[in-house]
């Protein structure tokens, strides 16, 4: 009876433990979805930050606990980064792949189309890929060659990287976007020539544009004027605030923001969309991290949770973003900046911005256009996909607007705000407005993870025990039984 018990108790705790590992495995599937379909949608931009990858330095600390914990992350993000490459489940869209009626040369497009309709256009990480602004180069490679395992180049089976430091060209937009972050070539003070050119060297620049043209069927075709194009400023935050170590850096940097400045001055119904590490200022307890700068003896910067006040409206006004992508802060974070002529001009202030959180009250109609008052910019701080912030990831799309006045919606889950609309109303009504989406997705922290892995691993243990016991019971029961001799006939004399 007990022994009954027991094997019903464990029949129950495998069929948790199948249903945890399943739901590991197919999480992005089941969960994650994109808002538009793959034809509404012509950007999809799977966003993941500050991953920060460890290596040499924690395995002298901890010894082999830090061999074991270095392999589990390595496994957990690169799980968490497959998984994001083809994120919902489109049963429909899947199912009409097979029962396409047509040609084959029809039926196998619309096959491929199906595969396709859930993976990105875009990869973003935004900064801190790995702490490497105080490791020799023989550790940097190191850990270069566990990062491109674990976040290889969807564009390419060999895993190179875009954006090569010896590119010219600015507008070719790769499909792998890294973003640099203080822990890859340090703040202020501890930037250098040298760092930097490391990082570039494999990475790319860390200063950098691409462009992407809108599309939109209802402009006649070569009209290059009335051509509208999402931009993508990729921006290296560590060098805006100063001083800085080498202030030559810091200027170019500034004469880069200033060149992409230009950009709606000159295309006043194009859109950017800029990717940072560093956030925006915000007032202490919109976010977890408070706006805090630590500065040496030199005043050169040692750690800096939010751009300066001054930098941050300087961008806002001059660079006049649609949107914003950054990470730093491990929690996360989602704002909307606002600007409020009017009520600044009752008032005699001087033109700032506030921030406030994300929620459907406060994304109000306006971004940048000549006869807009109020406008709004929001700010998306990823949360970190290190284990023990819940491995997070984000889903970013954008997508054309017939209509004169635009839906941008955006919606997210989990630690961040819940879904919200917002209408634009940017540049030339004739022309395409632009709605963007946002969706936080979190996967499981690192205690829920090593829950599943030890109950599963208990469960198999558990089942192999009994199947050897059985084997070796029936074994026994074979070897210790006497075999029947067959009765001797007796022969009649005759």
């Known amino acids: 009876m007990m022994l009954r018990l027991l094997l019903l108790i464990l029949r129950a705790v495998t069929g948790l433990a199948v249903v945890g590992t399943v739901s590991l495995q197919s999480y992005a599937r089941l969960s994650c979805h994109w808002k538009w379909s793959s034809k509404d949608s012509f950007m999809r931009m799977v966003v993941f930050a500050d991953p920060q990858m460890e290596g040499d330095a924690k395995i002298a600390r901890l010894g082999k606990r830090a061999v074991v914990d270095l392999a589990f992350n390595d496994a957990y993000m690169h799980h968490i980064y497959r998984s994001m490459m083809a994120p919902s489940w489109t049963p429909l869209e899947t199912l009409s792949s097979y029962l396409f009626l047509g040609d084959s040369s029809s039926s196998s497009s619309s096959s491929a189309s199906s595969s396709s309709s859930t993976a990105p256009t875009h990869v973003s990480i935004l900064g801190d890929l790995f702490s490497s602004q105080w490791i020799d180069d023989t550790e940097f490679n190191v850990r270069l060659a566990r990062y491109q395992s674990i976040f290889p180049d969807p564009a390419t089976t060999a895993a190179a990287y875009s954006r090569a430091a010896s590119q010219e060209e600015d507008n070719d937009v790769p499909v792998l976007i890294n973003v640099t972050g203080n822990h890859d070539i340090g703040y202020g003070y501890d930037i250098s020539q040298s760092r930097l050119d490391r990082w570039e060297q494999v990475f790319g620049k860390s200063n950098f544009m691409s462009s992407v043209v809108i599309p ?30 080498d202030e030559s850096l810091r200027s170019d940097t500034w004469e880069f923001l200033q ?48 751009l300066t006040p001054n930098t941050t409206d300087w961008i806002l006004e001059h660079l006049k973003p649609d949107f914003v992508l950054n990470g730093h802060d491990h929690y996360g974070c989602d704002v909307v900046h606002i600007r ?98 946002y969706t936080a997705c979190g996967f499981y922290n690192d205690v829920q993870v090593w829950t599943v892995i030890v109950t ?35 022969l009649k004399m005759a």
């Not at 630590?294 to 050169?300: F, K, L, N, P």
């Open 340 to 437: 409020d002529q009017h009520k600044q001009e009752e008032a005699h202030a001087q033109i700032s911005w506030s921030a406030y959180p994300t929620t459907p009250s406060n994304l109000l109609s306006g971004t940048y256009s000549s006869d807009s008052s109020k406008i709004v910019v929001r700010e998306v701080t990823q949360r970190s996909m290190m284990a023990e912030f819940g491995g997070y990831a984000g889903l970013f799309e954008a997508r054309v607007s017939r209509s004169s006045s635009s839906s941008s919606s955006s919606s997210s889950s989990g630690e961040q705000n819940p879904e919200a609309e917002v209408e634009t109303n940017g540049g030339d009504s004739t022309l395409s407005n632009l709605e963007f989406h």
């Open 216 to 245: 939109d069927l209802s402009l006649v075709e070569g009209s290059v004027d009335s051509v509208q194009r999402l931009h993508l400023i990729v921006l290296n935050t560590m060098l805006l605030d100063g001083p800085s170590s």
């Open 456 to 490: 599963d691993l208990i469960v198999a243990g558990l089942w192999i025990l009994i199947a050897l016991y059985k084997v070796l019971t029936s074994t026994s029961q074979g070897s210790h039984s006497t075999p029947v001799e067959a009765p001797e006939k007796k």
């Open 259 to 306: 060149r992409a400045s230009e950009i709606k001055a000159v295309h006043p119904n194009d859109k950017i969309v800029l990717l940072t590490h560093i956030p925006f200022h915000k007032e202490q307890g919109i976010c977890v991290d408070a706006p805090d700068i630590r500065v040496h003896w030199d005043s050169t910067i040692i750690e800096q949770t939010m």
